[in-house]
């Protein structure tokens, strides 16, 4: 179903028009002159502009397509224009319009034509998109990983999807937010676009221009109307990655576009209407960026309706293998190549800071400077601690247990570990006390409060509280001020 505006200053013509077009499914709207379809547009978007040539009392046909075409997002004009006037309608399409039909046209030919037209400008605005993102295309677009979390990651996600909440998506940097958001979009049925916007990437003199859109003159270099990545997402889902490092300007500009469903571009004072589900995601402790006034709390608590914490890369056993797997098919192209098994147990073994970024990254690398068909070692270029040392497999080195009353000297000592024990077992023994009694001390450290506690170990607050959950030690987390 499109949305089609027809323009005609023939109150009967417009009747006769609407009913067929509506008898085809489509949604239509009405204007008597060109100043009133301008009024329009300056607050509901069409998909199609039905436009007549021959209006009195104002502007005509051509006079109308050229105010249109100076507008941000101009919709695609089909121009009516009566017989014998077929030399003022090619003129028409040479200063932009779509096509032409001469009155009285037959009713398939109108329907046919202005969904043409719709197609086309669909087709448009998501060649754009594509051009946008080419170089930052990914070598997968989904949630790989078959470890508990990643499971309970996209069960979450598709428990969220068909609603239109906002999503907060938190969790280190190169975890995979985006795809994670790519995953609620196209897990929720919505029709529109998925539109990414890397706040931290763009400069602050230009994010409110990227954002909310521009018209031609209303800013120095503004040589041309830009339409802007919210009314983009029109009917999709807006992603704003890095969200914690947007200018307060702009965050004051978002809350009321998350309010009122509207936005306005710069340099205008239209309101446009605008269907978009927003996700946001961040590496950042939002919260403490509120206590510092460096982000609203009223648009955190509008953004944080609800949160997803996605897990980075070393509390995934197992994943690490599957996507290698992956970008190795991705980054190998033609040729065939394989990773030698000891490259396989060291990829296993890596704690993998910079997280899957990290992992598609060291991947790339090994394709490229690869030259037979096995991946060794060698090629992946980690550090010399990932390989561990000869003869031992646990990846942290066993120690005393720890005494009771022992003084905090600074250190975590683990108990001893069995050699003996298989690779895996042993790694996941010797990983779980770490946690426990690292976290634990933490805790310990900062008499139970759990904001203090993530402030020194690094993490998200909410991440701090599932890890203690998951560890048994949620009886930790006392009162906060």
């Known amino acids: 179903m499109s949305r089609i505006l027809i ?44 436009l007549d040539y021959q209006m009195g009392g104002g502007m005509d046909g051509l006079a109308s397509l050229a105010a249109l075409q100076q507008k941000s997002g101009a919709p695609p004009v089909v121009l009516f224009t009566a017989q014998g006037s077929e030399r003022i309608a090619v003129e028409a399409m040479r200063r932009g319009a779509f096509d032409y039909l001469t009155k009285p046209a037959d009713a398939d030919e109108l329907v046919m034509v202005l969904e043409r037209a719709v197609t086309f400008a669909k087709t448009r605005n998501e060649n754009e998109l594509l051009r946008e993102e080419s170089e930052r295309s990914k070598p997968s677009r989904d949630l790989l990983g078959n470890s508990p979390a990643m499971k309970k990651l996209r069960d979450n996600l598709t428990l969220m999807a068909p609603a239109l909440s906002s999503v907060m998506l938190l969790g280190e940097s190169g975890t995979g937010k985006e795809m994670a958001a790519r995953y609620l979009h196209n897990s929720s049925g919505r029709n529109g676009p998925f539109v990414p916007v890397n706040c931290g990437a763009l400069p602050a003199t230009l994010v409110e221009s990227e954002l909310f859109g521009h018209e031609k003159g209303a800013f120095t270099g503004a040589v041309a109307a830009r339409m802007g990545k919210i009314r983009q997402a029109h009917g999709g889902t807006l992603f704003l990655d890095e969200i914690g490092d947007m200018p307060l300007e702009a965050q004051v500009r978002l809350l009321r576009v998350l309010e009122e469903r509207t936005v306005e571009p710069l340099g205008s004072n239209r309101m446009v209407e ?118 031992q497999q646990p990846v ?49 450290r900062s008499g139970g409060n759990i904001s203090k506690a993530a402030a020194a170990l690094d993490m998200h607050r909410q991440s701090l509280q599932q890890k203690l959950r998951d560890l048994g030690l949620s009886r930790m987390g006392g009162e906060e001020e």
């Open 7 to 50: 323009v005609d200053d023939e109150s009967g013509a417009r009747y006769g028009a609407r009913r067929l077009l509506e008898s085809a499914g489509h949604t239509v709207s009405e204007a008597g002159s060109g100043e009133e379809m301008i009024q329009i547009l300056s607050r509901h978007d069409a998909d199609c502009v039905l």
């Open 274 to 391: 605008v269907d978009i589900r927003v996700v946001a995601a961040t590496h950042r402790d939002l919260k403490q960026h509120v206590a510092e006034g460096k982000f609203r709390e009223d648009l955190y608590y509008r953004l944080e309706v609800l949160t997803v914490v996605i897990p980075p890369l070393r509390e995934r056993p197992g994943d690490a293998l599957q996507l290698a797997r992956t970008f190795l098919r991705h980054y190998a192209g033609n040729r065939t190549l394989e990773f030698s098994p000891s490259a396989e147990t060291m990829l296993v073994r890596w704690i993998w800071p910079g997280n899957v970024r990290e992992l598609r990254n060291v991947v790339e690398r090994a394709c490229v400077l690869c030259r037979g068909d096995s991946i060794g070692p060698e090629l992946l270029g980690l550090p010399p601690e990932a390989s561990g040392p000869a003869g």
């Open 396 to 444: 942290l080195a066993a120690a005393e247990p720890v005494a009771v009353g022992a003084p905090d000297d600074g250190l975590i000592r683990l108990s001893p570990i069995s050699v003996d024990l298989p690779f895996r077992q042993a790694k996941v023994q010797v990983v779980d006390e770490f946690e426990r009694r690292f976290v634990a001390h933490h805790m310990d």
